[in-house]
């Protein structure tokens, strides 16, 4: 019998039970989302585990640079994702999105993802998508990913992160996350006040009751530790509150990035001032910016990919060029990108599981303040540089 124990406590001492996490992104789910009376399981977690006022996504409040921001832990201007779609000056290159092969080059993304710094310690992760998860440098992504296609079915890929966690142990993956496009979609076509955002707030809600269904069934169920959280908010927007900028800048040798909450101008030194000055005296329902001026809660200056003017939009006013100002018809009804503590781009924060609190309420989170706490949860070194803290967000841990 004694030896039966001490067989116990060695097992225990060189292979310590590692946590298990599953984080999931509802895109574009607002913070105020679930008051509406539609989210029976988002109300379970709630009272589960920890559910935060809001989370405060990074500047600009859009989806790869604030993903990225909540695995690295890092600003945008530090992480190099700092837009949807941006040109690096230096080379010509350009990275969107939507082109597959930028998307997959490692060479964009600065910083540590959080599933390198797992890699680093020997502790394995998957990815049902999450933006910068299917680079094609092997080190640099989750030992098991999936190449972004919205078209797979939600079910299914709730079910393949739970098969990757029935792996033998020596396969199976600690941490993993899921993405759903969803909700940021409706937002954008049908506005976050439409019924069909109630619709697809309710049809997530039941996206996550089958989440909590698989944990309660599977045999993990009293180890995995499950954090709900969303990349940004989302507000109305219309044609007739739109500013075309392009009309201003016509005579002017500038490139202009971007459309809606954020134009990102590039111009030749030499024009800069008269290009500034010119957005200046027509400011009205946007701020201008020379990069240098920008405010520095926006954490937006340092990296040579950001152009040297940056117009901002008012929130729920939409920055439009020439061409879109042909297509008045095609307009979306909600959109966000806005100043970061706008509070329509807020996203939730929820985190239930045996290593969080219970019931327990917090006010805003910042979302460069998760990589250190997975970092704490794991007991892994975060990578140094890093612009999150532990101390803004250990407190909801038991
Ligand atoms: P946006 O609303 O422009 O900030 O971006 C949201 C869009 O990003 C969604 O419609 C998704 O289809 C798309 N998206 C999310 N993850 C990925 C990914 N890993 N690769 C390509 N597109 C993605
Ligand atoms: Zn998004
Ligand atoms: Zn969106």
New binding site residues.
């Given amino acids: 019998m004694k030896k039966f124990f001490l067989i116990i406590l060695f097992a225990v001492f060189v292979f310590p039970q590692k946590p298990y996490v599953v984080m999931v992104s509802f895109?574009?789910f607002r913070w105020d989302y679930p008051n509406r009376g539609v989210t029976p399981n988002f109300d379970k977690l709630d009272s589960a585990g920890v559910h935060s006022l809001s989370l405060r996504p990074s500047f600009p409040s859009?989806?790869f640079p604030?993903?990225y921001s909540i695995i690295t832990g890092m600003y945008p201007e530090n992480h190099g994702i700092i837009s949807n779609d941006f040109t690096n000056p230096l080379t010509g290159e350009y990275y969107s999105l939507g082109k597959r092969e930028a998307v997959h080059n490692d060479k964009w993304y600065r910083g540590e993802a959080f599933w390198e710094t797992l890699k680093k310690n020997g502790i394995k992760s998957a990815s049902f998508f999450w933006p910068g998860s299917e680079v094609d440098n092997p080190n640099r992504r989750p030992d098991y990913f999936k190449y972004y296609d919205e078209t797979v079915p939600y079910k299914s890929r709730i079910d393949t992160v739970f098969k990757w966690l029935q792996l033998p142990i020596e396969k199976r993956p600690n941490f993993a996350t899921l993405y759903f496009e969803e909700t940021?979609d409706t937002g954008h076509w049908c506005g976050p006040d439409s019924y069909e955002m109630f619709k697809s707030i309710n049809k997530m809600d039941s996206v996550l009751g089958y989440i909590l269904h698989k944990i309660k069934t599977s045999n993990l169920a009293d180890s995995i530790n499950l954090i709900v959280l969303?990349?940004?908010g989302m507000t109305g927007v219309s044609f007739e509150k739109s500013v075309n900028i392009e009309k201003y800048i016509e005579g002017f040798n500038a490139g202009i990035t971007g459309d809606g909450p954020v134009m990102l101008i590039d111009v030749p030194e030499k024009e800069k001032e008269f290009v500034y000055r010119t957005l200046k005296q027509n400011e009205s329902n946007f701020r201008v910016y020379k990069k240098e001026d920008l405010p520095d809660y926006y954490h937006y200056k340092k990296n040579i990919v950001i152009p040297e003017i940056i117009v901002i939009a008012e929130p729920g006013w939409s920055l439009i060029n020439n061409k879109i100002k042909n297509y008045e018809g095609l307009r979306i009804k909600g959109d966000?990108g806005f100043d970061n503590n706008f509070i329509d781009m807020h996203g939730i924060f929820y985190a239930a599981g045996p290593l969080f609190k219970t019931n327990y309420k917090t006010g805003t989170l910042r979302n460069i303040d998760i990589y250190p706490l997975l970092c704490k949860i794991f007991k892994v070194n975060p990578a140094e540089n890093i612009d999150g803290n532990t101390e803004n967000i250990e407190f909801i841990l038991k």
């Fill in positions: 895109d574009g859009k989806t604030n993903h940021d969303s990349d940004h966000h």
